[in-house]
């Protein structure tokens, strides 16, 4: 691959890390990564994302910006207030780096659609950065099952955690929580509220998880749980067991086709 | 005997089940809270039964949202 003068000086506080190199620019230059969500986690890892250079970055989000949202959700402004947040976080992510594809689903994930939306572009690394427990659920299956690695992320108030989920390599989410918890049964932003650093904090974690899956470089949160505690600035990291009784990756495995648990319909709030 | 709980040390007079741990650490949504001891998941059916040693390590894990906005 030929760098252009401008894409060698754009990149080039990265290409001189020895980790990453003109070889590892190609590879970001190549890789297709899919954000699921595009609020306060999705919004600072696309932006990463976009500014290393990936090439494909999809965008999957069915809502429209809210005032509400702008206290974390960076990749959206003023000016975007009822705009698709997938139209409005392309716009920003062509400002800030024109060369990356952005490929925009403006739709809730759901059984139906997810596998269809993975396949689209053949995405690398998929990051959840959804706020609900039957996304993150449909997620974790429908990528155990499609064997493709993804970052799992949450946050709440001043708490956030992540793990990293890799084919093969440790646990998935559904080893540790198992089943979603009824609608309702666990406090949501919405309820309890989140410091809107907090999204910044982790889904800039899940955007350097997502680089170095892409450069196979270091180790990632496979197998571990990251919790971040802002009020204490605490990081704790929690060993986790893959659970041989797991639904969907255990060994013998009860969920073979993906489910809905309990799913918003596209403009239904 | 000492336990450490989600990385603090906690004193325990005599030894409880982790059920009696879930209440005397006043867990928050003790019915979806996902329970590590020394590394190995303890299921729900579980919890009862299992009484905790000195030097154990017991990890509550919650659920968290967050991210993008849907109700
Ligand atoms: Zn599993």
Redesign the interface.
Known sequence: MKFSDGQLERYSRQIILKEVGVKGQEKFLKAKVLIIGTGGLGAPAAMYLAAAGVGTVGLVDCDKVELSNLQRQIIHSTGDVGKPKVVSGQETIWDLNPEVEVVTYQEWVSAANIADIVKDRNYDFIIDATDNFPAKFLINDACVLMSRPFSHAGIIRFQGQTMTYVPGQGPCYRCVFVTPPPPDAVPTCRQAGVLGVMGGIIGTIQAAEALKYILGTGELLTGRLLTFDASTMNFRQITLARRATCQVCGDCPTISELIDHEQAVCGQK | MHIMV??KEVELSQSVSIRQLIVSQEVA?P??V?V?LN???V?AAELDGTLLNDGDVV?F???????????
């Open positions: 989600n990385g949504t019915e979806y996902t590590q590394e190995e998941f299921s990890e894990l919650y659920f968290m949202g967050g991210g993008q906005a849907k109700s």
